[in-house]
């Protein structure tokens, strides 16, 4: 039996996952092989240095080639110019709804597939935006002549998804044991992230988080959440209303003060969602959270969502206070009672006043100079070095707030997180959590039909 590093073995993975396994190493190694060759050329020719625009190119292509999981992954780093070249990050930002798009016949037979009759006047040849996991077009209802957006799912998706999930949990023990992995709870957060990843090809559950947050949003006059056509729903096609002349918050066309006072109404929106809905959008990268030409800020795609309990929430609401509060004793506290695994000998003592000096050098630090994205880091790095595996509850909120502060710090480099979280925090503390929450997560089956 074919035996590997930590006694892996191969045959598990299946011949699909082989497969799937010889592709990826093969796109991959082809686009560095002609990575390797443009730089040789470019130096021979110049005597210039690999750029990062190559680089990003590079990236990107293998993103595109790959698919399943990977663009993800592209998208969110694209989101990251302080953690990554601008070039890198442009190049990546075409995952965001520049994707290169399936023949317009392969889009219709999925059409025909999914409708007994297409129920559509007209259809537009040329998607609105081409992303990782669907292309979106415009198009006209036959029988109300209403302009709406059409999300149709790219053919194979699913199963690219299903097998670089399964992958990532076969090598995940051999990962887990690198020094800098040990105090990450790496199996739950794979499968965590593994049931997200699925459920963003699940187009009827998107079409019920879209609802679900339509009603989060409801007389919220600077939010808008497109209203769905549930009667066109499908497994495989999401329709909406169609807002055109949307731009992205990072577009430069858009005046300063204009781009800044939406990106604050985005992060109090997140954080309704966090702290009041306990119903989290994880995915607000330029392309999902964008401009609309009457001033509103638009919200779309909705299959990486996820829901928080009552103990998250609080939890949570308590450990933001106590970095806005500089009360690092309490955040170590929080962070050992939500740990799902601690050590038998832990210094509570030594850990704790690690926490605290952490806690008390980013409370002193500008709105400018505070990151979330280096202080969790900071962060996972002590619960490392104690040997804490921390909640992978707070995973998926961590996550959302570091995609979104990808976006503002680009516009919005002074705003303050802390600060604009504290509404929204204090009546969770002060008040707890209200007994009568704004509902249930929908299933499909709770979509409105038009």
Do not use: W
């Not at 990106?263 to 999902?288: R, S």
Request: hydrophobic fraction near 45%; charged fraction near 25%; include cysteine.
């Amino acid at each position: 039996m074919a035996k590997s590093l930590h006694g892996m073995d191969y045959t598990k993975l299946g011949p699909m996952m082989l497969i799937r396994l010889i592709n990826l190493g093969a796109v991959i190694a082809y686009e560095l092989a002609v990575l390797a060759l443009q730089t040789v050329c470019s130096r021979v020719a110049s005597k210039r240095t690999m750029n990062g625009a190559r680089i990003g190119e590079c990236l990107r292509r293998i993103c595109e080639r790959t698919g399943g999981a990977f663009p993800k992954i592209g998208q969110i780093l694209s989101t990251r110019p302080d953690l990554l070249p601008p070039a890198i990050c442009a190049e990546l930002a075409i995952l965001q709804d520049r994707v290169s798009a399936p023949s317009h016949s392969r889009i219709l037979e999925v059409l025909r597939r999914e409708y007994r009759s297409v129920p559509f006047e007209s259809f537009d040849q040329i998607p609105v935006a081409s992303a990782t996991v669907a292309q979106v077009y415009r198009a006209v209802r036959a029988d109300n002549h209403r302009d709406i957006a059409v999300k149709v799912m790219l053919p194979d998706v699913l199963r690219k998804i299903k097998s670089d999930c399964r992958i990532a949990e076969f090598f995940g023990p051999a990962i887990a044991c690198l020094p800098a992995m040990k105090s990450v709870p790496l199996r739950e957060a794979l499968a965590q992230a593994s049931v997200l990843l699925q459920r963003q090809t699940n187009f009827r559950q998107e079409a019920a988080n879209l609802v679900r947050l339509g009603d989060i949003f409801r007389g919220c006059n600077r939010i808008l959440v497109p209203r769905i056509h549930g009667d066109l729903c499908t497994e495989n096609i999401v329709c909406m209303d169609f807002v055109g002349g949307m731009r992205k918050l990072t577009d430069p066309s858009i005046p300063d003060d204009e781009a800044k006072e939406l990106i604050v109404v985005g992060l109090q929106g997140l954080y309704k969602m966090i702290f009041d809905a306990g119903f989290v959008h994880c995915d607000l990268h330029p392309g999902n959270v964008l401009a609309a030409p009457d001033g509103r800020l638009v919200i779309l795609d909705a299959g990486l969502v996820t829901e928080l309990d009552d103990y998250t929430r609080r939890s949570f609401a308590e450990f933001f206070a106590a970095i806005a509060l500089r009360n690092g004793y309490k955040a170590a506290e929080i962070v050992r009672e939500t740990a799902i695994r601690l050590p038998k000998h832990l210094d509570c003592l030594s850990f704790d006043r690690d926490i605290a000096e952490l806690i008390n050098r980013v409370g002193g630090l500008s709105a400018r100079e505070f990151e979330v994205a280096g202080f969790i880091a900071e962060l996972f790095d002590i619960q490392n070095k104690y040997g804490i595996y921390g909640t992978p509850r707070f995973t998926l909120i961590i996550l959302a707030l570091l995609v979104y502060e990808g976006v503002a710090k680009q516009r919005c480099p002074d705003l303050d997180f802390q600060k604009e979280a504290i509404p929204f925090v204090m009546p969770v503390l002060l008040r707890g959590i209200p007994k009568v929450t704004l509902g249930s997560s929908p299933s499909a089956a709770d979509v409105p039909r038009n």
